[in-house]
């Protein structure tokens, strides 16, 4: 990795100097070999992600793993966590069951709706702090959450 940037380093004040015109095909040598030092940069970047992966799916398993996610959702970022994917199932599942009710419910079901997967609307975020649709499924939700949180 030093060897990656020491040599980064070095194209990078030789790209800095004037050239004329003969002076080129140096040039692009050097912009090559920069662009060639941050491919095989982003592959070690790549493999050490997958390494930690592995690392972290080997840590997780068993009742270890159990006793680490339940550690984490009684911290401040797992507590946020829980509140967000709550919501999130909470929407969900009001969305879910408003497409099928009355003209009223029918109409206010985009409400709930996401327009991007993994984030939740305003709708979502009132009606879970209100409990507006029902206390059972704001714990079905919750439930919900907390099962794939303790899964992961």
Known sequence: MRTISLRSAQQKTNLDQDTLYNGLEWRTQCRQELW???????EMHEITLCAQEVRDVALAEGPDGDAKALAYLATKAGKKKLR??????????VHDHWVKGNPLQRSLAPLFRPEVEGQITYASRITSKLQFGGKRDLKLAEE?????????
């Open 36 to 42: 060639n030092l941050l491919d095989k940069l982003i």
């Open 84 to 93: 967000f994917d709550t919501s999130a199932g909470y929407g969900k599942a």
């Open 144 to 152: 919900n959450a907390r099962g794939s949180t303790i899964e992961r």
